[in-house]
Nanobody, 115 residues
Framework: QVQLVESGGGLVRPEGSLTLSCAAS????????MAWYRQAPGSQREWVAA???????NYADFVKGRFTISRDNAKNMIFLQMDSLEPEDTAVYYC?????????WGQGTQVTVFS
């Protein structure tokens, strides 16, 4: 059973930065791609960014130029560097396979951007 554990969330002011981490219990190279997703209060979960096994990246329009996804294959981890945060980025952030696997959702990590 694959386990994904997110960490690094917190409280931050607008224009601030945070780096999220996701630790996998398995070799992440078994996945063609991995991704970050988020769910804001009262909203559906949405895709944020993805990174392929070969480290190609893709981003949702609303984070392009502000967020950077990366991976460390040796540590079986993926990361999300978030800069220029906005109140609209407030959400619980999750990592998962891309496309998502319903069996892999973890607890997520809360990011709150407040003025």
């Amino acid at each position: 059973q694959v386990q994904l554990v997110e960490s690094g969330g917190g409280l931050v002011r607008p224009e601030g930065s945070l780096t999220l981490s996701c630790a996998a219990s398995t070799n992440i190279n078994v996945f063609v791609a991995m991704a970050w997703y988020r769910q804001a209060p009262g909203s559906q979960r949405e895709w944020v960014a993805a990174i392929s096994r070969g480290s190609s990246t893709n981003y949702a329009d609303f984070v392009k130029g502000r967020f950077t996804i990366s991976r460390d294959n040796a540590k079986n981890m993926i990361f999300l560097q978030m800069d220029s945060l906005e109140p609209e980025d407030t959400a619980v952030y999750y990592c998962n396979e891309y496309p998502e696997n319903p069996n892999y959702w973890g607890q997520g990590t809360q990011v709150t951007v407040f003025s």
